[in-house]
């Protein structure tokens, strides 16, 4: 019996670095509790009768767990379903945690779109939770989210110089990524060159607090039919892009453009010209 008490305490001893360092991980690996969700955001955002449910059965979020830049942090937002007549997504509503502003922006939509997913680039404060909250046409609302490790992203510099960035402000490009006959589904990349200062930024050289400035509103239509409707923040990355889809009806796409301090940007692309321009 001392024979046995003894192997297995020798044995206990032996296996039990193995298993501390196994629940180290465990603890190391956890997600953490999103406390400022649950302790402020939410009521902030949504009445307590808002019903959030789990959406991850009708949409799927994608980040990066560590990013490469906090200042450029790709996401791409996709969902199951088709936009139709009877069953749309109206609004997405997309939010960074910890974020000085946390609502990145309220994306609108309509069963123009043909398919309600997007991609955008963001930026990131500090380690978070990114969540993305649909509603529905009958007012149901779905969330989801995804942990991203990323710091300093909102206070993270210009990727070019100040003369540079103002020079091209406002510049716009349209690329069709996909594109088909009338009534096929098309998709496509908008981007605008805006600096979309944050006011937490500082000027290099001259070491000054850079003023807030950032697009705060996005249309884009084909014709009269609108396919996007954006209502955005400071922490959309530096030159906004956004990734969307819509139900070709053959007319112009035409793109208007507000930012913080009242200026208004607009262009028209004939599609034969979009075509031709993202063949060459």
């Known amino acids: 019996m001392k024979k046995t008490a003894g192997f297995l305490l020798i044995f206990f001893l032996l296996i039990t670095p193995v298993l501390l360092d196994a629940n180290d991980n465990l603890v190391q690996n956890k997600l953490p509790e999103p406390v400022k969700w649950n302790s402020e955001l939410r009521e902030l955002i949504y009445d307590d009768e808002d019903i959030l449910h789990d959406g991850s059965h009708i949409i799927e979020l994608t980040t990066p767990y560590r990013a490469a830049d906090a200042a450029i942090v790709p996401i791409s937002v996709k969902f199951k379903n088709k936009q139709n007549k009877d069953n749309f997504v109206k609004n997405i509503t997309l939010i960074v945690d910890e974020n000085p502003s946390p609502v990145v922006g309220k994306f609108h939509l309509s069963h123009n779109s043909g398919y309600a997913d997007f991609s955008t680039r963001i930026r990131i404060d500090k380690y978070t939770?990114?969540?993305?909250?649909?509603?529905?046409?009958?007012?149901?609302?779905?969330?989801?989210?995804?942990?991203?490790?990323?710091?300093?992203?909102?206070?993270?510099?210009?990727?070019?110089?100040?003369?540079?960035?103002?020079?091209?402000?406002?510049?716009?490009?349209?690329?069709?990524?996909?594109?088909?006959?009338?009534?096929?589904?098309?998709?496509?990349?908008?981007?605008?060159?805006?600096?979309?200062?944050?006011?937490?930024?500082?000027?290099?050289?001259?070491?000054?607090?850079?003023?807030?400035?950032?697009?705060?509103?996005?249309?884009?239509?084909?014709?009269?039919?609108?396919?996007?409707?954006?209502?955005?923040?400071?922490?959309?990355?530096?030159?906004?892009?956004?990734?969307?889809?819509?139900?070709?009806?053959?007319?112009?796409l035409k793109v208007i453009v507000s930012d913080s301090i009242g200026k208004i940007y607009k262009k028209e692309w004939p599609l034969e010209e979009i075509v031709t321009s993202f063949k060459n």
């Open 129 to 252: 939770y990114v969540r993305v909250i649909a509603e529905m046409n009958n007012n149901e609302k779905y969330m989801v989210s995804e942990f991203v490790k990323a710091a300093g992203g909102c206070s993270a510099p210009s990727l070019a110089d100040m003369d540079t960035v103002m020079a091209r402000l406002g510049k716009m490009k349209m690329k069709l990524i996909k594109t088909g006959k009338i009534g096929a589904l098309n998709k496509a990349q908008f981007i605008i060159s805006h600096p979309n200062f944050s006011g937490l930024q500082f000027n290099q050289l001259t070491r000054t607090e850079i003023p807030a400035h950032f697009v705060d509103t996005v249309t884009i239509k084909q014709g009269e039919d609108v396919i996007l409707n954006i209502a955005s923040d400071i922490s959309l990355s530096e030159d906004p892009s956004f990734t969307f889809h819509y139900i070709n009806n053959g007319k112009p």
